[in-house]
């Protein structure tokens, strides 16, 4: 274990250096439990590369901790089998990597999960709330509530910014939302990020901040499939970056 993530701070010094424009920090941890210590202390990181088989606490349920905490990072999985693929895709990582791990397999991915992110942080909803105008990051924005003719943004950081009244009915004020991929109405009054799905279950879909949503049951079948639909299309691209 110490041997590999050795090898893996060597790779991240040889990534950064042949990147000198690039500012980037490594913290390595040597157990799942200290990670997770670390996340309940309050420390975040902007990308997590985690090996999936380790003792106790394994890598599938520490990403969902991650997920729960901080939805907007990355986390990209290591492991010695494609078995774990599509739990990988369930707490969406970015991607997963075949160990031994290898420039060629790591510095490719990590290229991507950069550009991805630089690409996110220029994405911006711009919504206009009472007295003020706020950019609120895509990425960001878990849940988008409709209550009192309002738009309620609920967001990573557990907190929610509210719009000012609305004088147009929800799907059209959710329109502009709704071209991105990531966003799927579930209800009449709420569209949710399926990027923070945690789980989809008897007709009601809960969310990585742990709010839950009732499906309508004439609904619940288009919502269902196309939440799987996204998922298989993740999963597709992260084969075809496999593969580049």
């Known amino acids: 274990m110490l041997e590999q993530l050795t090898a893996i701070q060597a790779l991240l010094n040889q990534y950064q250096n042949e990147r000198p424009g690039l500012k980037m920090q490594v913290f390595p941890f040597t157990s799942s439990e200290q990670l997770a210590d670390g996340l309940n202390a309050g420390q975040r990181f902007d990308l997590y590369l985690l090996d999936i088989i ?38 969406s990582a970015a991607q997963y990597i075949l160990k031994p791990v290898t420039k060629e397999a790591l510095f ?6 950069i550009a991805g992110r630089k690409q996110e942080e220029e994405h911006f909803y711009t919504l206009s709330a009472p007295g003020r105008t706020v950019n609120l990051l895509y990425s960001s924005i878990v849940v988008v509530e409709y209550i009192g003719r309002v738009l309620r ?25 709704l071209l991105d991929k990531r966003f799927l109405a579930v209800h009449q009054s709420f569209v949710v990020n399926m990027n923070h799905v945690r789980e989809l279950h008897n007709r009601c879909i809960y969310m ?3 709010i839950e949503i009732p499906i309508p049951r004439p609904k619940y079948v288009m919502v269902k499939n196309a939440y799987l639909n996204y998922l298989a299309n993740v999963s597709n691209k992260l084969r075809e970056g496999k593969n580049e």
């Open 54 to 91: 380790m003792p106790k606490l394994d890598g599938i349920a520490l990403a969902q901790q991650i997920r729960a905490l901080d939805g907007d990072s990355t986390v990209v999985f290591l492991t010695q089998s494609t078995d774990y693929a599509l739990d990988a895709f369930r707490v």
């Open 108 to 113: 490719p991915i990590l290229d991507r999960v």
């Open 153 to 177: 943004f609920h967001l990573t950081t557990g907190d929610y910014v509210e719009s000012k009244t609305i004088r147009t009915a929800f799907n059209l004020a959710v329109a502009e939302i």
């Open 208 to 210: 990585n901040n742990n």
